[in-house]
């Protein structure tokens, strides 16, 4: 099991960090992504951090303000900077396939509940 927290408000150029916190194997054996999904809009695939560390991103238009990272066996970080109002979603993790996250965003499975960022103008 995932779950998220760390969402919440913010004015355009404002910062939030995200968690994702697992519950049963830990972290060190699974990669995991993170995603949004805005209202209407179809999920996107942010990025994945794998077992050993190596970031695979997945969406161009954030890759340069948002960074993924573990400082724990059970607990992901998605580390959101200058935040725009386009960033508005819904954000959850998801645990990869394997140890190692996959060239394209597919396989995610053990999906957190989601937690909610939203950003004013």
């Known amino acids: 099991q995932l779950e998220e927290s760390g969402g919440g408000l913010v004015q355009s150029g404002g910062s939030l960090r995200l968690s994702c916190v697992a519950s049963g194997p830990t972290l060190q054996y699974y990669g995991i992504g993170w995603f949004r999904q805005a209202p209407g809009k179809e999920r996107e695939a942010i990025s994945c951090r794998s077992a050993t560390g190596k970031i695979t991103n997945y969406l161009d238009s954030v890759k340069d303000r948002f960074t993924t990272s573990r400082d724990d066996a059970q607990i992901t970080y998605l580390q959101m900077n200058n935040l725009k109002p386009e960033d508005t979603a819904m954000y959850y993790c998801?645990?990869?396939?394997?140890?190692?996250?996959?060239?394209?965003?597919?396989?995610?499975?053990?999906w957190g509940q989601g937690t909610q960022v939203t950003v004013s103008s």
């Open positions: 998801a645990r990869a396939p394997t140890y190692n996250c996959p060239d394209l965003p597919t396989g995610f499975h053990s």
